[in-house]
Nanobody, 111 residues
Framework: VQLVEGGGGLVQPGESLTLTCIAS???????MGWYRQAPGKQREFVAR???????DYSESVKVRFTIARNDAQNTINLNMNSLKPDDTALYYC???????WGQGTQGNGSS
């Protein structure tokens, strides 16, 4: 299975952005995650959702971000609200069971 992220872009602080991850095959019951890597920093956990739709978030994005999955379409979304400059990073989707990663998409909360 390959993962392709999209939906990134440049927005003003306080605005919203939705990222989408599309899997080339079935994601099954795997946990799916979003991670991000800002320039000069290590990749960090953002959000995770399991097959029972239970979600976990990092403290820095809790309340502002929402992760969702559509198993019929093999897609994972990350809805990002109230974006801040600190949210600027390359965002990666992960298929946890196989530790498969996408190429990343740029999420930018800076003007």
């Amino acid at each position: 299975v390959q993962l392709v992220e999209g939906g990134g872009g440049l927005v003003q602080p306080g605005e919203s952005l939705t990222l989408t991850c599309i899997a080339s095959g079935s994601i099954g019951t795997s946990d799916m995650g979003w991670y991000r890597q800002a320039p000069g920093k290590q990749r960090e956990f953002v959000a995770r959702i399991d097959s029972n739709l239970r979600a976990d978030y990092s403290e820095s994005v809790k309340v502002r971000f929402t992760i969702a999955r559509n198993d019929a379409q093999n897609t994972i979304n990350l809805n990002m609200n109230s974006l801040k400059p600190d949210d600027t990073a390359l965002y990666y989707c992960q298929l946890a069971v196989a530790d498969t990663w996408g190429q990343g998409t740029q999420g930018n909360g800076s003007s």
